[in-house]
């Protein structure tokens, strides 16, 4: 059973900043991450990809937050972090994180709310 559980959303003034936080783990199994990301879902938009990052340290982020996010991740920890900075209104999303195993199989968490208001 692998659980995925993120943390660290909340109420933003826009400009400000947030990190938020996904650990992975699993239970009376062996679990090897392949690459952990971070995605979002605004009201009456299609889940995107805000970034990825793999066990060796690759990433990829959505042109949209290049620049004001950042992805880093504690393998040891099987933890993975989002650095959001000069946040924006249209960041408003709830955020989901997934985690892919060397099997390619996805988990995912059940997200936390970000929201960017004044």
């Known amino acids: 059973q692998v659980q995925v559980v993120e943390s660290g959303g909340g109420l933003v003034q826009p400009g400000g900043s947030l990190r938020l936080s996904c650990a992975a783990s699993?239970?009376?199994?062996?679990?090897?991450?392949?690459?952990m990301g971070w995605y979002r879902q605004a009201p009456g938009k299609q889940r995107e990809l805000v970034a990825i990052?793999?066990?060796?340290?690759?990433?990829n982020y959505a042109d949209s937050v290049k620049g004001r996010f950042a992805i880093s991740r504690d393998n040891a920890k099987n933890t993975v972090y989002l650095q959001m900075n000069s946040l924006k209104p249209d960041d408003t999303a709830v955020y989901y994180c997934?985690?892919?195993?060397?099997?390619?199989?996805?988990?995912w968490g059940q997200g936390t709310q970000v929201t960017v208001s004044s």
């Open positions: 699993a239970s009376g199994s062996v679990f090897s991450i392949y690459a």
């Open positions: 997934n985690a892919a195993d060397l099997g390619a199989n996805v988990y």
């Open positions: 990052i793999t066990r060796g340290g690759s990433t």
